[in-house]
Structures are given as C-alpha cells and as structure tokens.
C-alpha cells in the first residue's frame, strides 16, 4: 500500500496547488483592485500638493511624513508607481516637478530600507531611476543601498543599481560602480553596461574623463566597455587611443576596439597602422585585418583602395567580406575595379560581386520606392 | 507437481514485476510532481519579477538571424515572415530556406515582399545541399533573404540558414509558427545574463483556438477541437514544466525546432544540424552537451519561458500519429547515437536524470506499458491478478495525472494574464481526465509502432494538414 500512500500524498499536494491557485486569482483580482483604489486616493492627495506647488507654495510636511509611512509597503509604491505614470502622462512638468520636491521621502526610505527581500529592493530602484529621484544630485544613502545592491548575484538587481546611478550624473559614483562590478568577477554583459554608459544623465564628456583616468585599474572585458562607451558617445581620445593601439603589449581586444574607434572618427596619424593591419594580420590574429578592413572604409583614397583589394584575396572569409564592403562604400566605377571582376581569385571576384548586386539592389529599391 | 511448479514460477515474476513497476511509477509520479510543482513555482516567481520591474527592458539586443526552413509552405510562408516583420526587436534578419518545394513556396514569397535575384557567395561551414537561387529584400524592416536549394531535409535546410546567418545567434523557427511580439527579447535574455549560455529553448504552445493581433493574444480560448484541446493540456504537463525542471540543473535535452536560440560558433564547432536524423532539434541538443563535456567547455542550455511561439497541433488523429512517430524515431535516433552518456559521471545530472528519463519515460514507456499489460492478461489468466485493486490503482493514477495537468494548465494560464472564460475552465477539468485515460494511451499505441515503415520513411519532412493561423 506504500506507492498508494505516496500518490495519495501528491495528490493532496497537488490538490493544494490548485487552490493554490484559486487564492491566486483571488488573491490578484482583489490586488489588482485594491492597487487602483489606492492609485485614485494617492493621485488625490498628489494633486492639491501639485496645486500647492503652482500656487508657489512647498508640499506639506504632512504629506511627507504621510509617504515615509505609506511608501514603506510594496503595494503602496506600486501604487504609488500606477499613480505617477497617470499623472506624467497627463501634467509632467507639474509631476516632475512634485517628485523633485519629495525626493528626501526616498531618501528617508533607503535610510530605513524597509524592503527586505533584493527583489523588493530592485523595486525601489527602479523607481529612483524612473522617477528621477537622484538625478543631479548624489544622495549618499540612496547611493549606499544602491552600491549594496551591485554585490547581489542577480543580473537584474545590478542592472537596476546602476541605472539608478547613472541617472545621478555623478561621475565618481559611475567610476566607483564600474568597479565594484569589474571587481565581484560576476558577469555582466558588454552591451547592457555599454548601454548603459550613455544613459548617464550628467555630462558626457567628464564621465569619459573620469572613466578613462581610471582605465589603467580596470581588467580587460571593461576597458573593452569603456572604449566602446568612448567611442559612442562622441570620441575626442584620438591621441590617448592611438598610443593604445601603437602598444603591442595591449590586448589584443583593447587594440580591436581602438580599430573600431578610428573607423567611426578618421584620424590621419591612425591611417599607416590600419593600413599595416589590413595588410597583414598582427600576431596570426586575423581579426586586425579584418577589424582594419572595414575601419578603413572612412579613409577614401587610392592607397586604401589598392590595399582592400589586395585584402580581397585573404584566405578569410571576414576579410574578404568587409574589404568588399569597404569598397562598396567608395561608390568605384566598375573600370577601377575591372582587376578584380577580371582577374583570377574567384573569392574575390564572387565577394565583390556581391557587394555591388547588393548595393544595386539597394538602388533599385529606393527608386522603386513611393515618394 | 509439474502445475505447482509453473504458478510458482509465475507468483515469482508476477511479483517481480510488481516490485519493477512500483519503482517504475514512483519514479515517474516523483518527475511528474517535481517538474509540475518547480515548474508552477518558477512562474509565479517570474510573474512577482515582472511585476516588480526586476526584468527590464534593454535598448540594445544581441543581433540574431532568424532561420525559416520551409518545404511546400505556400499557404503559411508569406504570412509568417510577415508576422517576425512585425517583432518587438531592432537587430535581425530574416532566412527562409525553400527546401526543393514542389509548390511555389518561394514565388509566393517573391511576390510579396518585391525581392531581387542575387548573387551570394555562400560560406559553407555546415553540409548542405548546393542552392539554385538566392534573393533579397531589403526596403523592409530588416533584411529578408531567401534562398531555394534541394531538397535535403529540414536538417539540410536549417545548415543552409546557418552558412548564410550573418549574426553570431541564430534562430530556428518553423515555417507555420507565429512567434510572440516580445518573444525575441525574451529568449536573449538568458544570452545577456550568462555569457557561458549556448542555447536557449522558447516555449512552444498550441495556437489553434487563439485569436492573435500583431503578434500579441488578443483572446485565448480552448481549441473547439478536441483532440487539439486536449494537446493543451499535454504540452502544460509534459512540456512545459518538465523543460523548467531541466533547466534547473543544466539538462535540457530538448529544445523544440518550433523555437530556440542557439550559439552559431558552437553549433557549428559541433557539425551543425545532423541531416541522417528525423529528430534534428534533439540531436543538435543532445550533441551540444557531448561536446561542451568532452572539451570541457563551461556552458549552460537554457530554457526562456516567457519566449512564447505559437504553433499548430494537428487536429487529425492521422497527422498527431504523423507527428508522433517522427517524434519517437527522433528520440530512438538521438538517444542510441549518444549511447555514452548513459550512466556516465562525466556528464553528471545530465546522463543520471535526463537521459535516464528520457530512456525509461519517453524512449521505451510504450514497451514498458505493453509489458504491463501483458503481465495483467497473465495475472488474469492464472486467476493472480486483484482486479478491484488494479481499478483503485489505475482510478488514483489518473486522477493524480489529472491534477497535475490542471495545476500546470492553471498555473501558466494565470501567470501570463491570459484570461479564459467559465466554460473553458470546465472543459478543461473535464478532458484532463480523458486525456490521461485516453489519448495517453492512444499516443502509446502510436510510438510502440513508430518503427513500421521507418526505413522507407526516415528522411521524409512528413506532411501534416496547414491551416492558416489566425493573425489580425
């Protein structure tokens, strides 16, 4: 009777699981409603202190006190949440306004941390940096639990701490953030804090300063996004980045990402050492070459055009592939590149070819298009 | 003396199989809880996460190519490129592979997206069959390339996407599904979390009796067909919360080819698609693992719940039998090809649960079964056998089934917000049970015979009735 008694006791479990689930539709229905109960009474409240706000009176001590107490409750922030997107939607500047004037409730809030769990913790988080709370302003306590919330194991968690923390526009605190994640050794993805960089709500330029006084102390995935960063958000290290792509003792990830910065802003000191790359892979890493090849499609002129075709007869795909598009770029008459459509490699020519079937294509679509 | 000796002999392997299938389905209840509870649990902690802003959104995406393989698809092709035109994502492009068609699966699609001949060199990194014809849209949202070749099979149509994908991830999708409009969000995630990730599995869910309207339900409802209806139910159960347990410890051994997300520099380091299976999606999967293992290579095979692709179920018996059967001899092809990873430590939770699993509960469960029921009719015969005992056994069994695919139909319906009406939630109750008791033991009959006429049919895409999905 063993193997009855067994299922007899997943069936009870299982049974439970279905109520379970039945207080769970209970459970969000009344949530649900009990959060736009909540939103209504909030925006109310919301309301005659944004009117107070017009009327060049401050927001009440009252109502202060009435958040620090209200706003403790996940529930509440939620609705608190639900209440600021309505309001924002339909009168922001005298929202944004309001939340600037509350901002030391968040504060009082991170200062008691009332939210437990990390999940909870996220929340508040997020709403920092939605809300704007820190934004040109760096709250020591709010920046505290953020800096806390970078040693959680969870992507998202870091994730959120630094959105909040770039919304603060405070340089340092960036700097410092960066580091506390390169150092836990965690992963986190290039692209997201690339991303993220350039959310940064402060100057971008001092930020790039800042970041690049401290590039020395970084390790290698994150000096990779600090260039990145560098690169998108406007340049202006074009010495610094050429004597770091000179420097053979640098990774050869750091040197790739300098390539790709010279691609997008043309420098004329970088031009022999693209050219040298393109021609000859550094190190039997084919990735210079081909990196190079496409870098110097911003670098017009005969000599770059005698050395992307001579990379058009690389036994690499890649190279081939972005020399062709390179050239592509250059808009050549089919003459300048008979040598190639004529000549013997068939790679070449058959890449080429693409190329400009491909850019034809193009052509033909636009004219065809409606005006 | 003779007579006594032969009902000893029986007694002692009746009751030897007693002891063999008491350990048989306690080991199957325990899965079966397990993934339903962990399963129903990780959805409501997903809901929580959603709802507390602990998923965000990204501006920037890893790039992918999405992969269509398609072999006769005419009435569905123009319809489903037109559908991942309309997905929430900045960066991909699109490759339908016409696999030697006998309809005009690529006119139709040349027709209607203006595209141009080209010639492409093709890097073949993969085996696959030559192409004939390539073609290009790009005034689209993003690009469309289509190319022709013969025919090979779906394996060899999706290496030919793989040789012509220009992103480092690419995606597998079939040619009458509908993916989801955050579904492409959603299955990179687990890429921009772990770095080690080098495939992800979407969820696949039936979309006959779904109404969507640009790529998002606008209402959910039951299939009206029953068969169909009851599929819901089996892929709630057997789908969707065993995958989440799986995914648990790293052993995933399926991601469906309806949609998954794989890393191409490993796919291809492991050979690509193996073009002599019928099961390509397991295999490709399975063999990742072997490789990854043997080269001691860090990674991780996830599995994205909240990724969702709609399909279509056959509604048929003949084409579920169809369906089936190709699943089965699939499963028997990547199972006996990776024979190694049984019982192997190397291969950790991966050789001693999922394999294990898949050996005893999918691979050889209609034998098992059929041995069973054999046994009984012995039993029987000798007069052994407890008839009211075996009723209250196989009554507790499928109501025990039952439940848990409740639990798990419930648990998704409610975690995503979809909302079903009265009647579907009674007809739900109701045909759990018949799906447990009886298209359970159809879907047996159909694997214990998935091997008749297997040399003659093994490379065949297999046809199953299309019907056009309802997009608005």
Redesign the interface.
């Known amino acids: 009777m063993q193997i009855e008694t067994l299922i007899y006791a997943y069936l009870a479990i299982c049974c439970s699981m279905i109520v379970f689930n039945c207080v769970c539709v209970f459970v969000f229905r009344r949530r649900s409603r009990v959060l736009h109960r909540h939103s209504s009474h909030l925006e109310e409240q919301i309301r005659s202190q944004m009117d107070r706000l017009a009327a060049g009176e401050s927001v009440e001590e009252s109502h202060q006190m009435f958040l620090q107490k209200k706003l403790r409750s996940t529930g509440n922030l939620l609705a608190f949440d639900e209440t600021m997107e309505r309001l924002l939607e339909r009168c922001p500047e005298e929202a944004w306004r309001y939340l600037r004037e509350i901002s030391s409730v968040f504060t009082y809030l991170a200062m008691e941390n009332h939210y437990r769990s990390a999940m909870k913790t996220v929340y508040f988080a997020y709403i920092v940096k939605r809300y704007r709370i820190i934004e040109g302003k760096s709250i020591h306590v709010i920046m505290e639990l953020m800096r806390k919330l970078l040693q959680e194991p969870s992507l998202y968690c870091r994730e959120s701490a630094l959105q909040a923390i770039y919304s603060s526009g405070d340089c340092a605190a960036v700097v410092q953030a960066l580091q506390t994640v390169d150092e836990s050794g965690r992963f986190h993805h290039a692209k997201l804090l690339t991303d993220g960089l350039l959310n940064f709500r402060g100057e971008q330029r001092e930020l790039a300063d800042a970041l690049w006084r401290s590039f020395d102390s970084f390790s290698v995935p994150m000096r990779v996004v600090i260039l990145d960063y560098i690169r998108f958000s406007g340049g202006e290290k074009h010495e610094e980045l050429l004597q770091l792509l000179a420097d053979r003792r640098q990774d050869d990830e750091v040197r790739f990402s300098c390539i790709r910065y010279f691609g997008r802003y043309p420098y004329e000191p970088a031009y022999p050492l693209l050219l040298s790359f393109a021609e000859r892979a550094e190190d039997n890493r084919w990735e210079y070459a081909a990196i190079a090849a496409t870098a110097l499609s911003a670098y017009p002129g005969e000599h770059t055009v005698e050395v992307l075709k001579g990379a058009l007869n690389s036994s690499n795909w890649y190279i081939r592939f972005n020399a062709a598009k390179s050239l592509e770029s250059f808009h050549l008459s089919y003459l300048a590149l008979s040598d190639v459509m004529e000549g013997n490699d068939r790679y070449a020519r058959e890449i080429l070819q693409y190329r400009l079937d491909m850019k034809n294509a193009r052509e033909e679509e636009k004219e065809a298009a409606p005006v | 003396m003779m007579m006594d000796g032969l009902m000893d002999t029986i007694k002692a392997f009746l009751n030897g199989v007693g002891v063999f299938f008491?350990c048989y389905?306690?080991g199957y209840?325990?899965f079966l809880?397990l993934a339903?509870?962990v399963g129903?649990s990780e959805l409501?902690r997903t809901r929580?996460?959603i709802?507390?802003?602990?998923?965000?959104e990204?501006?920037?995406?890893?790039p992918v190519s999405i992969i269509v393989p398609a072999h006769n698809e005419e009435l569905t092709v123009a319809e489903t490129v037109r559908s991942l035109l309309a997905l929430d994502y900045n960066v991909y492009e699109i490759i339908v592979v016409d696999d030697g068609s006998k309809d005009s699966t690529a006119q139709t699609l040349i027709d209607a997206f203006?595209m141009?001949s080209?010639?492409?060199?093709i890097?073949r990194q993969v085996p696959c069959q030559p192409e004939e014809f390539l073609y290009?849209?790009?005034?689209q949202k993003v690009p469309i390339t289509l190319v022709r070749k013969k025919n090979g099979g779906k394996a060899d149509a999706l290496n030919m996407g793989i040789n012509l994908a220009q992103f480092p991830y690419f995606i597998c999708i079939d040619a009458d599904s509908v993916l989801q409009r955050d579904s492409l969000r959603e299955i990179v995630r687990p890429?921009?979390?772990?770095?080690n990730v080098v495939a992800v599995g979407g969820s696949v869910r039936p979309c006959n009796g779904v109404e969507l309207e640009d790529g998002q339900v606008k209402r959910y409802r039951l299939p009206k067909n029953l068969l169909a209806c009851m599929q819901v139910l089996e892929y709630d159960r057997s789908f969707l919360a065993a995958r989440i347990l799986f995914d648990k410890f790293n052993g995933s051994l399926i991601i469906s080819g309806a949609f998954g997300l794989f890393k191409k520099e490993t796919v291809i380091a492991c050979g690509g698609y193996d073009r002599t299976t019928m099961g390509e999606d397991m295999e490709l999967v399975v063999k990742l693992h072997e490789y990854c293992v043997s080269n001691d290579l860090p990674y991780r095979i996830r599995y994205a719940t909240n990724a969702i692709c709609w399909t279509q179920v056959p509604e048929r018996l003949k084409d579920l039998c169809t369906q089936r059967r190709r699943w089965h001899i699939g499963l028997f092809q990547s199972m006996s090809r990776h024979r190694r990873l049984f019982g192997n430590l190397k291969y950790g939770a991966v050789s001693f649960v999922s394999y294990l699993y898949f050996l005893l509960y999918e691979l050889l469960s209609p034998y098992i079964e059929l041995f069973g029921v054999l046994t009984m009719v012995l039993a029987f015969c000798v007069d052994l056998l407890n008839v009211p005992f075996m009723i209250?056994?196989l009554l507790?069994?499928a109501?025990?089934s039952s439940?848990?695919s409740?639990?798990a139909f419930?648990?998704r319906v409610?975690t995503i917000d979809l909302k079903i009406s009265f009647s579907d939630g009674v007809k739900a109750v109701l045909l759990c049970l018949f799906e447990v008791t009886c298209l359970r033991f159809v879907l047996a009959f159909i694997r214990t015979t998935a091997f008749v006429g297997y040399r003659k049919k093994k490379m065949n895409w297999g046809s199953i009735e299309r019907k056009k999905i309802q997009l608005k």
């Open positions: 008491v389905l306690i209840s325990t809880f339903v509870v129903a409501y929580q996460e709802l507390l802003k602990n998923i965000q990204q501006n920037y995406y890893v203006g141009h080209i010639r492409r060199p890097r290009i849209a790009l005034d890429v921009l979390e772990d770095d209250l056994f507790i069994y109501v025990f439940v848990l409740l639990t419930f648990s409610q």
